[in-house]
């Protein structure tokens, strides 16, 4: 099941962001972020206050979380983008997150489909989110749901130095 987040789900969210952290620095996996700097509690904290953070939740335990808003990132501006439209019509993802616990049960996948249902249902066409380069899961999971990557920006995000941002899009509904 995928809601909104609630207070209550801080803590969740938070330890799913530690485990990622721990998940990187022990090489299991490559997202591309840093400890105590994205993302962190407070990521999670000022979605809450904006409530456009939602949760994903498997018999009770959250498992992920992601942001949906339409707030695009300032390298969005001047990018290549496929389809020009204006902004009240995008929708953006951000910082999809799921807890090692609940990896290879599609929770990605259906935290992107809800996210495109999200978009149909709030009168937005144009889908749009980034990636790290160096998340080639992430990249892979986006290519094969549709999305294309139309830009590699080069960029500091989030307070992390040197990133290859991909940038993402993809178009639904009428156009």
């Not at 489909?113 to 937005?124: I, L």
Request: charged share 30%.
């Amino acid at each position: 099941m995928i809601r909104k987040a609630e207070y209550s789900d801080l803590d969740a969210v938070e330890r799913i962001y530690e485990e990622l952290h721990d998940a990187e620095e022990n090489n299991a996996i490559t997202v591309g972020w840093k400890r105590g700097v994205y993302p962190v509690r407070a990521t999670a904290a000022e979605a809450l206050k904006r409530n456009d953070l939602f949760v994903v939740e498997e018999n009770g335990e959250v498992l992920g979380a992601g942001i949906i808003n339409q707030i695009q990132v300032d390298v969005y501006e001047g990018a290549p983008w496929d389809y020009e439209t204006g902004d009240d019509r995008v929708l953006v993802l951000h910082t999809l997150v799921i807890s090692p616990r609940g990896a290879s049960k599609g929770l990605g996948r259906g935290f992107v489909g809800f996210y495109e249902e999200y978009a149909a249902t709030h009168d937005c066409t144009e889908l749009r989110l980034d990636t790290n380069e160096k998340n080639h899961v992430a990249r892979k999971m986006y290519r094969d749901l549709g999305y294309k990557e139309i830009a590699i920006v080069p960029t500091t995000f989030n307070g992390i130095e040197d990133v290859g941002l991909v940038l993402l899009e993809k178009r639904i509904g009428p156009h």
